[in-house]
C-alpha cells in the first residue's frame, strides 16, 4: 500500500526599510511601553480594530525594543568618532519626553487611562 506523507507551511515574512529618522520615532514610540500605548489607542480609537491584534502588536514593541536601540546606538557613536553632527531631536519632542508621557496627554484623557491601567492588566 502506499504511503503519502504531507505538509504544508503558509507563512508571512516582510522586511520593513526604515530611514534612520523613521527608525528612531518608532523607537521612541515604543519606549511608554504596550501598557500606555493600548491604553491610549482603545481610549481614543476604541478596541474593534487593535484588540484581534494586540498579541502582534506586544511582539513587534519587544522587537522594536530589542532591536532597533542598538542600532541608533551605533550610528550615534559612529558620528562621534568621525565627529559628525548628531541627528537633531525636534526640541518639543524632547521637552516632553523628559517631562515624561502624562505631561503631553490632556489632562482628561490621562485620568481616563490611569484608572484603566489601574483596573485592567493589559
Not at 18 to 37: C, D, P, Q, R, S
Not at 58 to 84: C, G, W, Y
Request: glycine content about 4%.
Amino acid at each position: 500500500m502506499a504511503q503519502v506523507k504531507a505538509s504544508s507551511t503558509v507563512k508571512l515574512s516582510v522586511t520593513l526599510v526604515l530611514t534612520e529618522e523613521e527608525a528612531i520615532a518608532l523607537n521612541e514610540m515604543t519606549k511608554y511601553g504596550i501598557k500606555a500605548f493600548l491604553a491610549g489607542y482603545y481610549k481614543c480609537l476604541g478596541k474593534y480594530y487593535m484588540e484581534p491584534h494586540e498579541r502582534g502588536m506586544r511582539s513587534l514593541f519587544k522587537t522594536v525594543d530589542r532591536e532597533l536601540p542598538q542600532h541608533i546606538n551605533r550610528i550615534n557613536r559612529a558620528r562621534e568618532m568621525f565627529d559628525l553632527p548628531k541627528k537633531e531631536e525636534p526640541p518639543k519632542a524632547r521637552a516632553k519626553q523628559i517631562k515624561g508621557i502624562w505631561q503631553w496627554i490632556p489632562p482628561k484623557i490621562t485620568t481616563e487611562i490611569r484608572k484603566y491601567l489601574d483596573k485592567e492588566s493589559i
